[in-house]
């Protein structure tokens, strides 16, 4: 816990640092490459998958990702690569 205090002290003193808004430290990152790929930043974990959907912990936000023929192609602790047809994203 302590080391997370620390981490979100750091990130919070960067945003300041560099006028970035407070809220959107820590947060993930979606880039939609055309209509057959999405990659994702700071995401935390797979909470649901298929085909039709997949569903991405964002921390803080759900993600939903909905399509055709979609298949998670790569994935780090941090980064995430799907594929497939892309209809629609949505952040809960």
């Given at each position: 816990?302590?080391?997370k205090?620390?981490?979100d002290?750091?990130?919070?003193?960067?945003?300041?640092?560099f006028?970035i808004p407070?809220?959107?430290?820590?947060?993930?990152?979606?880039?939609?490459?055309?209509?057959?790929?999405v990659r994702?930043?700071?995401?935390?974990g797979?909470?649901a998958?298929?085909?039709?959907?997949?569903?991405?912990?964002?921390?803080?936000?759900?993600?939903?990702?909905?399509?055709?023929?979609?298949?998670?192609?790569?994935?780090?602790?941090?980064e995430l690569?799907?594929?497939?047809?892309?209809?629609?994203?949505?952040?809960?």
């Amino acid at each position: 816990m302590e080391g997370k205090k620390k981490k979100d002290g750091l990130l919070e003193r960067a945003a300041q640092t560099f006028d970035i808004p407070g809220e959107t430290v820590g947060l993930p990152r979606v880039e939609l490459v055309g209509r057959h790929e999405v990659r994702m930043a700071n995401h935390r974990g797979i909470l649901a998958y298929g085909k039709e959907e997949i569903m991405v912990s964002g921390g803080k936000l759900l993600v939903r990702f909905r399509g055709e023929g979609m298949e998670l192609k790569a994935m780090t602790g941090s980064e995430l690569l799907i594929t497939g047809t892309i209809f629609s994203i949505e952040v809960e």
